[in-house]
C-alpha cells in the first residue's frame, strides 16, 4: 500500500522527500494528504529534524481512557482508536500524526480491521485534496499580487515625497539665493554712497581750502569759511529718464488656457512671480519670454534670471510674457 498510496502522492506533484516524510509520520493516504496540507509552507529541513525528535510513547498515550475494544490477551492488535473523538487509526504513525495534530492522548489498541480505501474512494479524495490545494494556491497568489499592489503603491508613495521634498529644499535654496542676492545689492549700495560721500567731503574741503587762499590773497583777514559752499543743483535732462515705476502690471500667455493678468510689486523677484503662478495655475514654470522685440527670455532654474526683480528685467510698469 505505501509504494501505491506513495505512487499517487508523486503523481499530484508532491516533492519526494515530502511524499517518504508524511508516510512515515501518518502511515496512510488520508492523513498523509491532511499532514502534507499542513506542512505545505514549512522547509523540509525542518520537518526532518522535527521528525527526529522523540515522538509520544505508545505507554504515554494508551494510559488513560476506556478499553472497550482493548483485544483478548494474546491477540494481535489490528487497528488503533482515539477514545477523545472515536477514530479508528489503521497504524501507530497515524496515531502519533492524530495526537501531533489534535492533541488527544487517550488511545486504545483494538482488534477491529480499518478497510483500506478502494480505488474509487481513492481517487474521490485525491480530486478533493487536489481542488482543496488548487483554492489554496489561488488565495495565496491573490494575496501576493494584493501584497505586491500595495508594496508598488508604498513605493510610489514613498518616491512622490522624495522629489516633494527635493523641490522644496530647490525653492528654499533659490529663495535663500535671491535674499543673498539682494543682501548683496544693498551692500555694494551702501558702498557707492560712502564712496559718494566721502567724494563730497574732499571736494567740500578743497573749495574751502581754494576760498580761503583766494580771501588770503585778496587781503580779507574775516570771513568765514567753515560754512560749505553749496554746489549748483545738476542741470536737469530734457531727455526722458527712467521713470521710478513701483508696479508692474505683467499679462501672461499660457498655452490652452485663457491668459492672466496680474500686479506685483515692482522689487518682485521673477522666481517670486513664476512661484505665485504655479501656485495659482497648478504648472511647472520653466520660462518668461517678452512678446515685444528685442525678445527675451528668463531662465527661472538659473540663478541669474530667477533672482532679477521686475524692475531690473524691465517689465514695468506692464509687460505681456509667454510662460514656458
Not at 523641490?167 to 545689492?185: C, G, P, T
Not at 583777514?221 to 529718464?241: L, Q
Not at 511647472?284 to 528685442?294: A, K, L, N, Q
Amino acid at each position: 500500500m505505501g509504494q501505491t498510496d506513495r505512487n499517487l502522492l508523486l503523481e499530484m506533484g508532491f516533492d519526494p522527500r515530502r511524499v517518504d516524510l508524511a508516510l512515515k509520520q501518518t502511515g496512510g493516504l488520508q492523513d498523509a494528504l491532511t499532514w502534507l496540507g499542513s506542512h505545505e509552507s514549512t522547509e523540509i529541513e525542518e520537518l526532518e529534524k522535527l521528525a527526529g525528535s522523540v515522538a509520544p510513547s505508545k505507554e504515554a498515550l494508551t494510559q488513560a481512557g476506556p478499553r472497550e475494544s482493548t483485544p483478548e490477551p494474546g491477540a494481535e492488535p489490528q487497528s488503533y482508536k482515539c477514545n477523545d473523538c472515536g477514530k479508528m487509526l489503521r497504524s501507530w504513525e497515524a496515531v502519533q500524526f492524530h495526537a501531533e495534530k489534535t492533541e488527544h492522548q487517550n488511545f486504545d489498541e483494538s482488534t477491529e480491521v480499518v478497510k483500506p480505501l478502494t480505488e474509487e474512494e481513492k481517487k474521490a479524495k485525491l480530486e478533493e485534496i487536489k481542488q482543496k490545494l488548487a483554492e489554496k494556491r489561488r488565495m495565496q497568489a491573490a494575496e501576493n499580487a494584493l501584497d505586491a499592489k500595495k508594496n508598488e503603491a508604498i513605493r510610489r508613495k514613498r518616491d512622490q515625497d522624495s522629489e516633494k521634498m527635493k523641490e522644496e529644499l530647490r525653492k528654499k535654496e533659490q529663495l535663500r539665493d535671491i535674499e543673498r542676492r539682494k543682501q548683496e545689492k544693498l551692500d555694494d549700495a551702501k558702498a557707492r554712497a560712502k564712496v559718494k560721500a566721502d567724494i563730497a567731503a574732499t571736494q567740500q574741503a578743497r573749495r574751502e581750502a581754494a576760498a580761503k587762499a583766494k580771501a588770503e590773497r585778496e587781503g580779507q583777514t574775516t570771513g568765514d569759511f567753515s560754512k560749505p559752499v553749496m554746489a549748483p543743483p545738476p542741470p536737469t535732462s530734457s531727455s526722458k529718464g527712467t521713470a521710478n515705476h513701483t508696479e508692474a502690471r505683467l499679462r501672461f500667455q499660457i498655452s490652452g488656457l485663457p491668459p492672466v493678468t496680474r500686479t506685483f510689486p515692482a522689487e518682485t523677484s521673477l522666481f517670486e512671480v513664476a512661484s505665485s503662478l504655479a501656485e495659482e495655475t497648478g504648472l511647472t514654470i520653466r520660462t518668461f519670454t517678452t512678446t515685444f522685440p528685442p525678445r527675451k527670455t528668463y531662465k527661472l532654474d538659473e540663478a541669474l534670471d530667477s533672482g532679477l526683480t521686475l524692475k531690473e528685467a524691465n517689465l514695468t510698469p506692464s509687460a505681456s510674457l509667454l510662460v514656458g
